[in-house]
């Protein structure tokens, strides 16, 4: 079925040019040249992304866009702005009301990407209701697939993070949790652009501050499609650091869900072990010293040392590595 993007702006000349832009698509554009006609269009048509424009007469954009969330929840929000109103599309994004914002005059190529991730995530909510097993699997690796560095990664954090919460005795239906939350940890990526997610340098603070929102992104999408409060508290939580200086809240020690903090240690563990863009991957033993130092400050102490004795009696080893990995382990 096709997805459907609702634009509103009260210039028709904008909603023309954005029209055209989607004219050999096969995405359904619809136009509103006000707030009251956008939620008119919402209550009757199913929209997929609705993206309004900030200054209007009468409501304005993120009135629109809060109103928006009440009248047609799953539909992702975008709310297109000039450089003097960056500060309230900030706000907006900060309180949860939009997705993303387009900046005026936009770019052609900019507003398409953004546009498809939205899309993108649109679908994502629609899979994750309801699906089964091997579907919440399935839409993990495809969000895998934006950052080539992560191949197998979700699957490995799943089984590293279910040997600790083997370890603990937690009961079948936390253990249960754990591995989907592991499995979809990293969903909110689905809303970072993959010139971000491969970025090899260093990031501007625009860049850090929309890769840090993936937490929160992925696990709106999560309460959303009514996963259960375990998987929530994982795709939120898992950067949240033991020392209070993580993301998105600032959580400290075991304020931070259980569930959060042994999906962070597989989660670090994991990418220790993994060449990414930033650093090549660790030896065993250079991830276990890694790991104890991190312990107190990123990582629940008591967790790491219950970690670590797995990782010592070679319990870990029997998870697979990625394929560059198996080949060193072999020569």
Not at 224 to 234: D, G, K, Y
Not at 257 to 278: C, K, M, N, Q, S
């Amino acid at each position: 079925m096709a997805q459907t993007i609702l634009f509103v702006d009260d210039e028709d000349l904008i909603l023309n040019s954005l029209t055209r832009l989607f004219q050999k698509s096969d995405i359904q554009v619809l136009t509103a040249g006000s707030g009251e006609q956008a939620l008119d269009i919402l209550r009757r048509i199913d929209v997929s992304v609705l993206v309004s424009d900030q200054l209007m007469p009468g409501m304005k954009g993120d009135e629109l866009l809060n109103k928006a969330r009440f009248v047609s929840p799953d539909t992702i929000r975008i709310m297109m702005t000039g450089h003097g109103d960056l500060p309230t599309a900030l706000q907006a994004i900060n309180s949860g009301e939009v997705f993303r914002f387009l900046l005026k005059p936009w770019e052609n190529q900019v507003l398409k990407d953004i546009i498809e991730e939205a899309l993108a995530r649109h679908s994502l909510l629609r899979n994750l209701r309801n699906a089964e097993e091997s579907t919440l699997l399935a839409l993990a690796q495809t969000i895998e697939l934006k950052d080539s560095y992560t191949r197998g990664h979700c699957e490995r954090v799943a089984a590293y993070a279910l040997l600790l919460a083997d370890r603990l005795g937690l009961s079948e239906d936390r253990l249960r949790n754990i591995k989907f939350g592991s499995w979809l940890h990293d969903c909110g990526k689905i809303g970072v652009p993959e010139s971000i997610l491969n970025f090899r340098g260093p990031l501007t603070s625009t860049e850090t501050e929309t890769m840090r929102n993936h937490p929160r992104w992925g696990a709106e999408v999560a309460v959303q499609a009514h996963l259960p409060a375990e998987v929530v508290n994982i795709i939120l939580y898992h950067h949240e650091r033991y020392d209070g200086n993580g993301y998105p809240h600032g959580l400290t020690g075991e304020q931070i869900p259980l569930e959060a903090r042994i999906v962070a240690i597989a989660d670090v563990f994991d990418a220790i072990g993994t060449d990414r863009p930033y650093a090549k991957g660790k030896s065993s033993d250079e991830a276990m010293r890694i790991m104890r130092d991190l312990g107190g400050l990123s990582l629940d102490p008591a967790l790491v040392e219950e970690f670590l004795g797995l990782v010592a009696s070679g319990a870990t080893a029997r998870i697979e590595l990625p394929r560059e990995k198996k080949e060193e382990a072999a020569d």
